[in-house]
């Protein structure tokens, strides 16, 4: 995790000055071995506490895990220039010096204990950009992945990001630091568990804010974003990616999202169409996913948590910006309506119908109210139903809203009481209902077909 | 006759004063407040203490009596430390007879008096201010061990929980943990690689205005004395020991 932002030049400290949090010791023996292409040095200690795994099973003379660490790091580091990102500044862009005895980039086998994995420490910064070298662990016993190159993988991918991120902002917060740096591990391993794994952490949690991830140690939550800028790739492009750590040059960090709502506008869209639409793809995850339009792994990740179930929906709900609920209906059959007497401008719903098979079909009606809204979808089939809310804006507040979704007897419960009337002018009827997608009451299932082979074909753009 | 200890108040940054008393057991008692407020900050305090409105706690809360004294043991494990934020706050109420377990979630709970103290992992929250609608607060006697408070000071002042800036940003205490609001019962503990105890003694006043002596004696089920005396965490996280004592009862 980046943290250190400093103004001056004085050099942190390295594992090898023994003064580091996480150094060598004293007693251990150092070596080191260089990548193929000169770019990258790994230090590693031969004996003492700190000692690596000695395995040289090529017989080349240096141990295979510091060989392979170093081989890997020069790798990621051209996977990620061919992305379009800039290099990690090195130690000569800031005039440090030949640190850990070269300019290449530095990365130490220290003993975490199991504390940490590893991490990217700067050594110095000038404004809010730095550069630094890497810390990982010497030789991950008792840590859980399934092999060592699985590690290498993970930690360089991960890690070395966070030096990249470096070179255009330090001071990026953590749902966006971590977020995208578990991206960039996915984007150089589509096949890395680290990044699906994370993406459920976020899937249990949509309804929070994604730019406000829970208080304390950063959490899995904020590694787990890494979906929302999977989605974006998938949906503007790959060059999305080194635009949004442009973006991130110059900027605090209670301005990222801001800057991150640029980027997307940069590339044709808005942040309302893309949160909604991300919403819409998590919802196709899981036992879930198959038939609506999702991420190409959807079924490796997710489900997402629902907010409650039931024969009828009635739930008053805060929805905060950039969040979702979800929520499922087991439908006995015939009408089915959704009603809210509140006032729920800037909230998107869309209502799913499922398969024979349980799987989540793409939207029967998606709607946007601007006041209250009373929705009846006619008469539908016996099945489960999905119902998505979101609030896809930036946003200080929530929105905090009652309503009912399910037949008659259920929606009458958030009906506007007789009397109760926000406008005068009904005399105290209910107020003729609102939404962008309103469909009265009373029309037959084909006409909803209709509307939803509308909404479903003015969805499908997925860019390359 | 009135207490003769040293005090000195721990005022919480941007102190809301709950009320000023100098009152002693033969004192009348006037409430503090008998309505609920409004809670500044909603939004904020839901996200940033992960609260749910869906959750209701069912922890231990066991109430036993130690001479004139009550100890009370809250389960504010909350499923663990990484789990905390997936799991609801346990509320509390000071009664007559003891302190038990108010069965509310925690978004209900800001908008209800019903509970003076909320717990969950080393965070204790009082009803008003920043945490709650009434008017719970604290006063910190951190020159005063527990057995010699046998009065309320003259004069005292009770800070309530004061944890967001006007524009609602957190303000986190000065325990170098991320994530834990400058609460007005923070004295209790501090953080030397583990959870210690500081043994200090604080005032409490509740809404009805009455007040009790309180200090946190354990957060780990077993080894408190080890993080205290070598800073190595004990086991069993989260399982705090209240002893307090009604002070105008």
Known sequence: MIALVLLGLAHADRPDDGTAQFSFDAADVLDFVDGPAGA???????????????????GDGQPDYPAEVAATAEDVLAFYSSLGFLPPLSEDDLGLGKLGGSSAFDFYLVDFGGSSDGHFSADACAGDVCTGHMIIENDFVGYGYSSISEAVTVLTSHELFHAVQAAYSAGQPPWLSEGTAVWAEHQYDAEVDDFFGFCDAYLRDTGRSID??????????????????????????????????????????????????????AHGSSIEEEWATFTRWNLATGPLAGEAESYPFASRVGPVTQEASGASIVDDNRFYPLAATYYSLDHDGGELGFESAEDASGLVFSLHPTGDDGKVLDPLEVWSPDGPVSLRFGDLPAARYWLVGSFPQQAEQSVKVAFCLGGPDATAACAPEVGDSGDADTGGAAPEPKGCHHIPAGHTLPAVILAWGIVAANSRRRDG | MRASALFFLLAACGTD?????????????????????????????ILDLSLHDDKISDADVDTSTDGDDFVTAVDASAGGYQNAANNPWVYVKFTEDGA??????????????????????????????????????????????????????????YAQDSYYTGDCTIINDSSGLPGSPQVALGAWWEYPNCVATTGVTHLVQLADGHVL????????????????????????????SLRWAWMTR
């Not at chain 2, 908008?111 to 609608?133: Q, T």
């Not at chain 2, 780990?220 to 705090?240: M, R, V």
Request: glycine share 10%; proline share 4%.
């Open chain 2, 100 to 157: 038990e377990r108010v069965d509310i979630d925690d978004e209900s709970a800001l908008e209800s008096m019903d509970w003076d103290m909320a717990l969950r992992r080393f965070i204790i929250r009082l009803n008003g201010g920043s945490s709650g609608p009434s008017c719970v607060g604290a006063a910190s006697l951190l020159e005063s061990s527990y057995d010699d408070v046998t009065e309320v000071p003259e004069g005292i002042s």
């Open chain 2, 17 to 45: 004063k709950a009320g000023d008393s100098g009152s002693s057991s033969n004192d009348a008692v006037e409430a503090v407040c008998d309505q609920p407020a409004e809670v500044s900050c909603v939004d904020q305090i």
């Open chain 1, 40 to 58: 990258v040095r790994v230090h590693f200690s031969v004996s003492g506490p700190n000692v690596t795994l000695l395995d040289d099973g090529d």
């Open chain 1, 212 to 265: 406000r991830p829970p208080a304390g140690t950063v959490t899995a939550f904020s590694y787990g974003t890494a979906l929302f800028f999977q989605f974006l790739t998938e949906r503007l492009g790959a060059g999305v990616g080194p635009d949004i750590q442009l973006a991130m040059e110059g900027t605090d960090e209670d301005e990222a999202m801001a800057a991150v709502v640029s980027v997307i506008k």
């Open chain 2, 213 to 240: 002596k309180l200090t946190v004696e354990q957060y780990y089920g077993s080894g408190q004395d080890t993080c205290n005396e070598t800073n190595s965490p004990g086991e069993d996280s989260g399982q705090i």
